[in-house]
């Protein structure tokens, strides 16, 4: 199968107990190992957490390449950094907290393998609180590049911390770094204008650490800013009608105003689903 890297950012808040089980995840137990990972630290750390990092890169002095930034610049400038630590074309993400199903990688290389015109593949994800046996919710997003695009017009098609993706269809849309709050989804508007075609797994990549007030981070109005900054872009290259952007807009401006105890409950009822 193809060489590949995955590139991860953590920082100070990060508890050293998550990171290492994310670590194991990636670099002991998958199916399909990577040919290179790159940790990138966001600014100063405590001891505890530089000591799991440490451990990691001792076991595999070949494959862990550490990035410090001297001072916490956010996930975005983070993830620009260390993209261009990247060696090979397929990169996955991932999050610092969260954990990889063993066959993770093997199955999105085999996508790749399958389909040499996919540029982004990513799959679903199941939130858990503790552990992953919590049987949490699901967040179920679409198969195909249709389905997906169209998504793109309402909310976000894409589970960041599952995707595996081509450093030259990134790059083509700017990479990363943008001044945004809504980053992720940000990106992946700009690869879709610039010809990047979607595809996700129907099945769990990722296991999603829920906490940290998920709920109340939803509650921040520079989303709202940066989303219609985003509708704006895509009416400007043929992707979306402005009416289609003004009722995006509406939706996301309600969203934001609704008070967190309804959030909660559409999370649970509308915006997610039920892990069996």
Not at 133 to 139: E, F, I, V
Not at 158 to 179: C, D, F, L, P
Request: overall charge positive; glycine content about 6%; hydrophobic content about 35%.
């Amino acid at each position: 199968m193809a060489e590949f890297s995955v590139l991860m950012t953590t920082y100070r808040g990060e508890k050293p107990e998550f990171l290492d089980a994310s670590l194991k995840s990636v670099l002991i137990n998958q199916t399909c190992k990577p040919n290179q990972f790159v940790l990138v630290v966001d600014g100063p750390i405590p001891d505890t957490l530089d000591a799991v990092i440490k451990d990691y890169k001792a076991q595999f002095p070949d494959v862990v390449e550490v990035v410090y930034c001297p001072v916490n610049q956010g996930q975005s400038k983070a993830s620009l950094e260390g993209f261009k630590y990247l060696k090979y074309e397929l990169f996955a993400r991932m999050d610092s907290d969260d954990l990889c199903v063993e066959e993770r990688f093997e199955k999105q290389l085999e996508v790749f393998e399958k389909n040499s015109e996919v540029s982004v593949v990513g799959g679903w994800i199941s939130e858990f609180d503790k552990t992953p046996d919590d049987l949490g919710s699901l967040r179920i997003v679409p198969q195909t590049h249709a389905e997906i695009t169209k998504m793109f017009r309402k909310r976000t098609p894409i589970n960041n911390m599952t995707v595996m993706m081509k450093k030259s269809a990134v790059e083509k849309a700017g990479g990363y770094g943008r001044e945004t709050v809504n980053e992720d989804y940000s990106l992946y508007v700009h690869m879709w204008v610039n010809g990047a075609v979607f595809y996700n797994i129907q099945e769990i990549l990722c296991y999603a650490r829920i906490g940290n007030d998920m709920v109340g981070r939803r509650h921040d109005f520079r989303i709202y800013k940066d989303w219609k900054k985003d509708q704006k872009y895509l009416v400007k290259n043929h992707k979306q009608t402005r009416f289609g952007a003004f009722i995006s807009n509406l939706r996301c401006f309600v969203f934001i105003i609704t008070p967190k105890w309804v959030k909660k409950i559409l999370y649970k009822k509308v915006l997610r689903k039920k892990s069996k």
